[in-house]
């Protein structure tokens, strides 16, 4: 236990655990870290770790308990400090989307489709009591390119103009996700847990404490234009008009609000991926932003992403934005 945080016996203790194998697991971009634990006789649980100042557990658990109100599948919630980053939760098990169709690549059609699935039951619910997913979001958030990766390849650009494209481009959607819809954020197949070891069956979710209200395409994207997982442009197609199918939702300007998200959320991967490397020490993040990359070019080709287009094409050199030049280390 000489490496494990400390305080994580005591509270395993008080939670009624004190008798498990405490086994680490990898982490993520975050400071967050999980444990596994493992008692005789196969009962299992996951022991999150969300230390202050950097992390707090408590958006993650008033989201996972709207979510359960509400019919979806978040962890149930065994026990909680929140106030030291400790949270017990109902185990999942290891079946994430991901790694499923590593081993199930046959059966990815059906995968994507009981996630976008999962996308429309979420969109039916009234939203939950989260902060708006408005313009000062989506502008912080974008700017995260020009704050670290524009840097990083020494780039001087126009900061100013890069905020005023975004805001011309952005704006006409705004309009469109009010009432608005409760948005995940980072809604992609190493988040999706196969509680029943294959599509179709019970869809956990997870890595949720980041949820506002918003526009229904934003999931979307971050399940289709997925940064970790390379998804075909032909199977993104399939699963935007699976959406539209049962969503009920057909025009033209959906399609040209999920480009805008599309752009908005790859511009601000981009800049995290660099900063988990410049800031965190993190490089192995480096790695996927061609994959980013790729996918920020098509949305910039919709004409909805116009001025942000202008301004990429005279502020970012050529030679940087395809995907062997994506990132000078």
């Given amino acids: 236990m ?6 994580l016996a005591d509270f395993v203790a008080r939670a009624g655990w004190a008798d498990a194998a405490v086994a680490p697991l990898p982490g993520d971009a975050s400071f967050r870290r999980y444990f596994r634990l493992l008692r005789d006789g196969g009962e299992s649980a996951m022991l999150m770790h969300a230390p202050p100042p950097h992390e707090d557990p408590a958006p993650f658990l008033g989201v996972a308990r709207w979510l359960s109100d509400n019919g979806l599948r978040a962890p149930a919630i065994l026990a909680e400090e929140a106030g030291e980053g400790w949270v ?7 079946d994430r989307m991901r790694d499923w169709l590593d081993l199930n690549p046959a059966h990815e059609r059906a995968a994507y ?3 976008v699935e999962a996308l429309v039951a979420l969109h039916r619910v009234p939203a939950g009591p989260f902060a708006p997913y408005d313009m000062a979001v989506y502008a912080r958030e974008a700017a995260l390119l020009t704050e670290w990766y524009c840097p990083a390849q020494g780039l001087a650009v126009d ?8 805001e011309e481009a952005l704006a006409p959607m705004l309009a469109r996700q009010n009432p608005g819809v409760t948005v995940l ?7 999706i847990m196969l509680l029943g070891g294959q599509p179709g069956t019970p869809q956990g979710l997870i890595d949720f404490q980041d949820a506002l209200v918003g526009h ?3 999931d979307l994207v971050s399940l289709l234009q997925d940064a970790r997982r390379d998804v075909s442009e032909d199977l993104e197609t399939a699963m935007l008009l699976h959406y539209a199918h049962h969503a009920g939702v057909a025009d033209e300007e959906f399609l040209a609000d999920y480009a805008r998200l599309g752009a908005q959320r790859n511009a601000k991967i981009v800049g995290i991926f660099t900063r988990l490397d410049r800031r965190d020490g993190k490089p192995r993040y480096l ?6 990359w790729d996918a920020l070019e098509r949305d910039l080709a919709h004409p909805a992403l116009e001025p942000v287009a202008r301004w990429f ?10 995907a062997r030049g994506a990132f000078a280390a």
């Fill in 113 to 115: 489709e009981a996630a």
């Fill in 216 to 218: 229904p395409a934003y």
């Fill in 313 to 322: 094409d005279a502020n970012i050199p050529a030679t940087l934005r395809f």
């Fill in 185 to 191: 954020r980072d809604y992609h197949a190493e988040n």
């Fill in 159 to 166: 900061v100013a103009g890069y905020a005023a494209a975004w």
């Fill in 88 to 94: 017990l939760t109902e185990d999942f098990g290891n």
């Fill in 2 to 7: 000489s490496q494990l945080p400390q305080g």
């Fill in 287 to 292: 790695g996927m932003i061609p994959r980013v």
